[in-house]
């Protein structure tokens, strides 16, 4: 095997010593880009009000590096090949006639980075929240420009694609309510029924584990509705954005304790069975099943 000429052994040299100072320029712009993009991150948490505003710009932190990546690495390949001696023309016209005819079959694709780019930019979902989107519910684990990962109260993480979603439930956002309906029999007093609930409530909200997850006292909207075996009462706590389901709970709790200490019943389902009359107005006899008639 004939060895390579001086020249063109030289010439190789020069070319790979140009493609590795290209990776290695592209490494030092995937760093300095890195860099930048944590330095704005830690301005702006600095200048940021709450959690929740903090939670939404390492949301857009992340996807900034994983574009600034994506298009470094993208050109610096391109510089390599075109270094080495492959022309890139062809390249990016096959390039652009496998994106047109992908793009045709991939709209889906296409409508979820849109999708995620204006989720983003909208501020409807960040890290950290508990959402409901596309009938799915959990805590938000990732944000991307392709889907959103949830993670529910089971355990199971349910990866939503950004075109599914075409509304955002947010139940993170400043303040929640917790909602709780509250069942008496309809022979009890539903003023003593109010008394009682407020003063659990008030005994909930200066407990030292709850005093700063409620915000204001209980809110009791009245009679919600007249059930089979119940009457059904209305209330809610302005809590803590996240805290509502546990303060529901532990009311619920208390308040059963109240209720039992009160002697209010806190009824079961039960039905009352009226057969009709016949012409006459008597009531047809009835048989009874799995007894003795005799």
């Known amino acids: 095997m004939e060895s390579l000429p001086f020249a063109q052994y030289l010439h190789l040299s020069k070319d790979l010593l140009r493609v590795l100072a290209i990776i290695a320029l592209a490494w030092l712009l995937m760093q300095i880009s890195r860099k930048l993009i944590r330095m704005f991150r830690n301005y702006m948490n600095a200048r940021s009000d709450s959690a929740e505003e903090g939670r939404r710009i390492e949301?857009?932190?992340?996807v900034f590096r994983h574009i600034s990546t994506v298009v470094i690495s993208l050109v610096a390949g391109m510089l390599a090949l075109s270094e080495l001696g492959l022309s890139i023309a062809p390249i990016l016209g096959a390039a652009g006639v496998?994106?047109?005819?992908?793009?045709?079959?991939?709209?889906?694709?296409?409508?979820?980075?849109?999708?995620?780019?204006?989720?983003?930019?909208?501020?409807?979902?960040?890290?950290?929240?508990?959402?409901?989107?596309?009938?799915?519910?959990?805590?938000?684990?990732d944000v991307t420009l392709r889907y959103v990962r949830l993670r529910d109260f089971e355990g199971s993480v349910h990866y939503v694609p950004n075109g599914l979603i075409t509304t955002v439930t947010n139940k993170s956002r400043g303040y929640a309510y917790a909602m709780v309906d509250v069942s008496i029999a309809y022979r009890e007093s539903?003023?003593?029924?109010?008394a009682v609930m407020r003063e659990v409530a008030g005994?909930?909200?200066?407990?030292?584990?709850?005093?700063?997850?409620?915000?204001?006292?209980i809110d009791i909207a009245g009679v919600q509705d007249w059930g089979d075996s119940a009457v059904i009462l209305r209330c809610r706590f302005k809590t803590v954005a996240l805290e509502q389901w546990g303060v529901r709970r532990e009311f619920l709790r208390r308040l059963k304790d109240a209720f039992d200490a009160?002697?209010?019943?806190?009824?079961?389902?039960?039905?009352?069975?009226?057969?009709?009359?016949?012409?006459?107005?008597?009531?047809?006899?009835?048989?009874?099943?799995?007894?003795?008639a005799g």
């Open 59 to 62: 949301t857009l932190a992340r």
């Open 98 to 141: 496998v994106g047109l005819a992908v793009g045709f079959g991939a709209q889906s694709l296409i409508k979820d980075f849109f999708n995620g780019f204006f989720l983003l930019l909208e501020n409807q979902i960040r890290q950290g929240d508990v959402v409901e989107i596309a009938g799915k519910t959990g805590a938000v684990e």
């Open 262 to 292: 009160h002697g209010i019943e806190i009824p079961y389902p039960h039905l009352t069975v009226y057969a009709g009359q016949d012409k006459q107005g008597n009531a047809p006899a009835f048989r009874v099943i799995g007894q003795d």
């Open 203 to 217: 005994e909930l909200r200066a407990a030292e584990d709850y005093a700063e997850k409620i915000l204001e006292d």
């Open 190 to 194: 539903i003023d003593e029924a109010y």
